[in-house]
């Protein structure tokens, strides 16, 4: 039968422009797309057979094979799934089938910037058509499980395809690349080596519950890698080059904790064993995998800008995108891992997930299963818990001002340091069972450091009537305790603020009242002058109480805001 010639679709036909320019810089992503179409292929074939007996399909050693030739610089990825039609074949791979693709397509002409442009394919993904950031051939010989025709498809990626019907054809579809060639600085990124496509397999498509076969490298072979790679492997001699192992969608006893550490490991960049791992299973309309972990050492850059943030997102064991910023809110940046997703598309986009409301919903459960995690870590492994608020405590405080629904549960998470104690931290519950009678706030006090705020004159009153006060030191402390009313029905108090009421248990006697306005009385003239004085800098000079050992001390109204907030506001030229 000879071939006949097709015009590719308007769309797909600028999309393969952009395919062949590639301004795309990542073009390993190729492999990963070809490989997740490979194994959906094989999905569907599954599924298939297990509804119709008379498919007539072979189902017993599905699997998808990589092959390269370095030689005839092609490669190969074949599989043995469901195949497609001679009419599939136009219609899927000759248009531009997915609505993902399409709306990459608008926005891409929405945009004249080229790294935007690279950006966004970056995280569409573009499916089949990224085959031509590589080849400037593309061959899919293909045949649908069932039927008897194959058929052979051609295309330079240059505006027309052919389409060939064939009497004979191996059951699914083989994909063969005809290579670009590579300049001699790009050695590296040379897809016909056998060596970097087994990185590429490992690296995105590892989770692939299909076996991913290549032929075995002897020992040998592995050693001389580039002269031997024209030696023929016997036919039977294949590996199986990903671990398939979802981890995540393995029964929790099934796993060891080696396993789960050497994931982790891969995916954090940390060679440390995470501290906690966390799993979560959703099922329902939304059906979702989480494997959480929280590491046991904050990284140094957890508080810059661009620091690497969010989970890796899998939909259907294929690796989507990393850093997803979407999954948990900022304060949680700290946790690792993988969410796997049944039911989003592989071209899902970073702004489709934000507007999703099941995602939303995912966001919320994660972020309220970390932070119970933690909870529960405060009495089942405090030495754990201690660790996390030593290495994240300053992040999760930050979640005091961003997350309202979560404020009650992360107030109860935080520890302090207080005048209780030296070396341990207090929660604010511990706080209030320590709380002397007829005392009902929560008093604390900010400043640089523990000792700076120790000799700060405020303290003195407390000090000598022994009332407990928080001691916050972290830059952050001043901005939430301005957010933060109370502490189950105790409000948060700064003992530089207004007149403080320390309710020591000893009532103010008609005598020491008496006494007080005696010492008014004496020193108004002094006080007045004193205001004169100090003019602009104060709002009014007054007599105190608190003091015991100092003179004098500066004092703000309670709702102004403290020295230190005041440098904050400043340093954000507000
Ligand atoms: P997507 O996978 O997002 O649908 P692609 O551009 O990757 O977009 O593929 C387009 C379509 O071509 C697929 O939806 C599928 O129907 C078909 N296709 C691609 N590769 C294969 C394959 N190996 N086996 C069967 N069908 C395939
Ligand atoms: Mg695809």
Request: hydrophobic share 35%; glycine share 6%; charged share 30%.
């Amino acid at each position: 039968m000879s071939a006949e010639t097709h015009e590719f679709q308007v769309e797909a036909r600028q999309l393969l422009q952009l395919m062949i320019h590639s301004i795309y810089s990542n073009k390993d992503v190729f492999l990963r797309e070809l490989i997740s179409n490979a194994s959906d292929a094989l999905d569907k074939l599954r599924l298939t057979a297990l509804r119709d007996d008379a498919l007539g399909a072979d189902v017993s050693d599905l699997h998808i094979s990589v092959e390269t030739d370095a030689r005839a610089r092609t490669l190969t990825v074949r599989d043995n799934g469901i195949g497609m039609s001679h009419q599939e074949v136009v219609q899927l791979i000759g248009t531009i089938a997915s609505s993902g693709t399409a709306r990459l397509l608008r926005e891409l002409k929405e945009t004249d910037d080229a790294d935007a442009a690279a950006g966004l394919i970056g995280q569409f993904g573009v499916g089949f058509y990224s085959a031509f950031m590589v080849a400037d051939e593309v061959t899919v010989l293909t045949r649908h499980a069932g039927e008897s025709q194959g058929t052979r498809w051609v295309s330079r990626g240059e505006g027309t395809y052919t389409v060939e019907a064939l009497d004979e054809a191996p059951q699914g579809t083989t994909v063969t690349l005809h290579l670009k060639p590579v300049d001699v600085e790009n050695q590296l990124n040379d897809y016909a080596q056998d060596g970097k496509i087994r990185e590429i397999i490992k690296r995105y498509s590892d989770f692939i519950t299909w076996p991913i076969r290549m032929a075995a490298r002897t020992a040998a072979a592995a050693e001389q890698a580039d002269e031997s790679a024209d030696a023929e492997p016997a036919s039977d001699d294949f590996e199986t080059v990903n671990s398939m192992k979802a981890l995540w969608a393995r029964a929790r006893e099934d796993v060891s904790d080696e396993e789960y550490h050497e994931l982790y490991k891969r995916i954090s960049h940390d060679w440390l064993a995470p501290l906690e791992t966390i799993r979560l299973q959703a099922e329902g309309t939304f059906e979702y995998q989480a494997l959480l972990f929280i590491p046991s050492r904050a990284p140094q850059d957890l508080f810059t800008q661009g620091h690497s943030r969010g989970l890796q997102l899998f939909v259907k064991r294929v690796h989507i995108m990393d850093d997803c910023e979407q999954l948990l809110p900022s304060y949680l940046r700290f946790v690792k891992g993988i969410v796997d997703a049944q039911d989003l598309s592989l071209n899902v986009s970073r702004e489709i997930l934000q507007q999703d409301r099941h995602i939303q919903r995912m966001h919320r459960r994660l972020t309220k299963k970390v932070l119970s995690t933690i909870k529960d870590l405060r009495t089942k492994a405090p030495e754990n818990y201690a660790t996390i608020w030593r290495e994240f405590g300053k992040a999760l405080k930050e979640g005091l001002l961003d997350d309202h629904e979560n404020r009650d549960t992360i107030l109860a998470l935080c520890s302090f340091s207080s005048t209780h104690a030296t070396d341990e931290p207090t929660t604010l519950a511990q706080y209030a069972e320590r709380m002397k009678d007829g005392q009902e706030e929560i008093f604390y006090l900010t400043g640089d450091s523990r000792e700076a705020i120790e000799n700060s004159p405020h303290m003195e009153a407390f000090r000598a009537k022994g009332v407990e006060v928080l001691l916050l030191t972290d830059p952050i402390d001043e901005v939430w305790v301005t957010a933060v009313p109370e502490f189950d029905g105790k409000r948060l108090r700064s003992i530089t603020k207004g007149e403080v009421d320390l309710g020591s248990g000893e009532p103010d006697t008609d005598e020491t009242e008496h006494e007080r306005e005696n010492q008014r009385r004496e020193y108004s003239g002094l006080l007045s002058w004193m205001t004169e004085q100090l003019g602009e800098d104060v709002k009014e000079v007054r007599l105190s109480t608190r003091l015991t050992v100092s003179p004098a001390c500066l004092v703000s109204d309670t709702h102004d805001i403290t020295p230190a907030l005041e440098n904050i506001y400043r340093a954000m030229g507000q």
